[in-house]
């Protein structure tokens, strides 16, 4: 999923306002193991949260965690509460607020999108002029069964889809270093 991000920070610089930067993604591979590496932009995370930031964001992923494991008629109210905690982050962090709404919109929400998952960026960029020192970003991306992303993606259009469908067209482009 880092390189989804990576791919979609080049698309839309817009993410930037809310992710932080993503560089490379690469495996080693070591005997008969393959692990994998990711190198973002650094970020500070803090010890402490401010508390509106933290509120909306655990509502969101507490939410979308209901929604994803409820299975009931009423289960779309979790949805609805997860939509409204993104709608209050936007008075705050309208960049974490972006971030979260467009990886719904795809079809990969960040479920693991909590405090303890998002920090403060310490520079601005020079080349990325949008991008301030001081906001609230994403730095993990992951977080999303085949379970919740059947569930998110039940009334879209197109074919059914997996996870892994999804993300093997980047899966294959890893560079691997022995």
Not at 40 to 58: K, S
Not at 83 to 95: C, F, H, I, S, Y
Not at 105 to 124: Q, T
Request: glycine letters at 6%.
């Amino acid at each position: 999923s880092a390189l989804f991000w990576k791919e979609s920070q080049k698309k839309n610089p817009k993410l930037l306002s809310g992710t932080a930067k993503v560089h490379k993604v690469f495996g080693v591979k070591k005997s008969d193991k393959t692990y994998y590496f990711i190198e973002r932009e650094y970020v500070d995370v803090p010890n402490y949260c401010p508390v509106p930031i933290r509120q909306y964001l655990n509502k969101y992923v507490d939410e979308f965690n209901k929604f994803c494991t409820v299975d009931n008629k009423y289960s779309y109210i979790n949805l609805e509460r997860a939509r409204l905690a993104t709608e209050q982050l936007k008075k705050t962090t309208p960049g974490l607020s972006y971030v979260l709404q467009y990886a719904w919109d795809k079809g990969l929400p960040l479920l693991d999108a909590s405090e303890n998952n998002v920090g403060m960026r310490i520079k601005k960029s020079r080349k990325r002029p949008s991008t301030k020192m001081g906001e609230w970003v994403v730095f993990d991306f992951g977080g999303l069964s085949q379970r919740c992303f059947d569930k998110v993606t039940k009334d879209s259009k197109g074919n059914k889809a997996n996870i892994k469908g999804i993300l093997k067209k980047y899966c294959s482009r890893v560079n691997v270093l022995k």
